[in-house]
């Protein structure tokens, strides 16, 4: 079930963490979100899921 194909690639996590501040800052009621690393491709991910609730 992992949305992994779909999901943008981020090489590091510092890259991923600039992505979802930017996402962060928009205008509205943008969503929170968080970074994680992927163990299928070993990339990093974006999520709205805390890391803590997806265990
Ligand atoms: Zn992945």
Redesign the pocket.
């Known amino acids: 079930m992992?949305a992994?194909?779909r999901?943008k690639?981020y090489r590091s996590r510092k890259q991923a963490a600039g992505a979802a501040c930017r996402i962060m800052n928009r205008p509205g009621k943008p969503p929170k979100l968080y970074t994680y690393k992927?163990?299928?491709?070993?990339?990093w991910?974006l999520t709205k899921r805390p890391p803590e609730e997806s265990r």
Request: glycine content about 8%.
């Open positions: 992992s992994c194909a999901k690639r992927c163990e299928e491709c070993g990339k991910h």
